[in-house]
């Protein structure tokens, strides 16, 4: 259906480490968001991804987008304490962004 | 800049109070969303509300659960005679427009505790 799957569940890694999450759809998507949540916190919008192949990067962040736009990726390079926290991606239903369907997100733990 | 504002925080109810939940939109922001996330799980959509207009419910349980939007005042997400499997953080996001395709704005969430 419209569901996302979010592979890994958890990673748990050493300070300095590199950091990739998987996100995957059975259908096309439109297009893809990715939220950030700290422990206790709420999520936070990172990126929106549009166009097939499209990458985007923010500093140690690295976004994908899959050609058939029917996964995407997010890569951490050396990754710092202040990363620890559940990444989600997230695809919309219909033709607004409100109704966002949430993956399982990937649980992020570093090690200093 | 006040973003996304939701009270109270913390809830702890015990089975068969009520739940209210409050929502205060970013400023020029006319547009409030709903979600649940259940502990170890991503956000579910709930409630799209325009003031004074219900968009989209499609989200909501049948029973116990309605959602307000007031001309005046925040939006108010309310569970009647809460059970155990209410508890969970309720996040409110809003947006500018219909047809916003942009990031959704959340609050810090409202955690509810059903006792």
């Known amino acids: 259906g419209q569901q996302v799957m979010q592979i890994p569940q958890y990673q748990h890694v050493q300070e300095g480490e590199d950091f990739t999450t998987y996100c995957n759809s059975s259908t096309t998507l439109s297009n893809i968001q990715w939220y950030k949540q700290r422990p206790g916190g709420h999520p936070v919008f990172l990126i929106q991804?549009?166009?097939?192949?499209e990458v985007k990067k923010q500093k140690r962040l690295t976004f994908q987008f899959g050609e058939a736009k029917k996964n995407s990726s997010l890569h951490i390079t050396a990754t710092q304490t202040t990363d620890v926290g559940t990444y989600f991606c997230a695809r919309t239903s219909g033709g607004s962004n409100y109704k966002l369907t949430f993956g399982k997100g990937t649980l992020l733990t570093v090690n200093p | 800049n006040a973003g996304v504002m939701q009270n109270p925080r913390h809830l702890v109810r015990r089975r068969g109070q009520e739940a209210r939940l409050r929502c205060s939109p970013m400023k020029g922001h006319s547009h409030v969303y709903w979600y649940r996330q259940l502990p170890e799980e991503g956000l579910k959509f709930m409630v799209y509300l325009q003031k004074e207009n219900i968009i989209d419910e499609s989200g909501m349980p049948k029973e116990r659960f309605s959602a307000e939007f007031p001309k005046e005042g925040p939006s108010i997400l309310r569970i009647q005679q809460v059970v155990r499997g209410d508890s969970a953080a309720y996040f409110c996001?809003?947006?500018?427009?219909?047809?916003?395709?942009?990031?959704?704005?959340f609050g810090e969430g409202s955690r509810l505790t059903v006792l």
């Open positions: 996001a809003s947006s500018p427009s219909q047809g916003y395709t942009g990031e959704l704005f």
């Open positions: 991804l549009v166009k097939s192949g």
